[in-house]
């Protein structure tokens, strides 16, 4: 089993800035990719930016230079450091990692973390 816990969502204003990290725990033998998606209210669940086990990252259209993503492997963690946000911004962030674990590979997905942009 694995446990993906977020953090670090929260409400900032225009221009602001949050950072939200990702921790995976439990059987984790290899992490294949890790990272993050947003879905606002109505609208469908969308790449914000991903990582490979080899280090390739990807981002959304969306992002553009604004959002950096990055790990620590050592703590099984990626940070996805936002800047210049705007209300467009605002979403449930989601994590979702794909990890081998004993009996293959799997898709896990956090609970998610509200980040809201607004004055």
């Known amino acids: 089993q694995v446990h993906l816990v977020e953090s670090g969502g929260g409400l900032v204003q225009p221009g602001g800035s949050l950072r939200l990290s990702c921790a995976a725990s439990?059987?984790?033998?290899?992490?294949?990719?890790m990272g993050w998606y947003r879905q606002a209210p109505g609208m469908q669940r969308v790449l914000v930016a991903t990582?490979?086990?080899?280090?390739?990252?990807v981002y959304g259209d969306s992002v553009n230079d604004r959002f950096t993503l990055s790990r620590d492997d050592a703590k099984n963690t990626v940070y996805l450091q936002m800047n210049r946000l705007s209300p467009e911004d605002t979403a449930v962030y989601y994590c979702?990692?794909?990890?081998?674990?004993?009996?293959?590979?799997?898709?896990?997905w956090g609970q998610g973390t509200q980040v809201t942009v607004s004055s």
């Open positions: 439990g059987s984790i033998h290899t992490i294949r990719v």
């Open positions: 990582i490979t086990e080899g280090g390739s990252i």
């Open positions: 979702d990692a794909w990890i081998t674990v004993l009996d293959g590979d799997h898709d896990w």
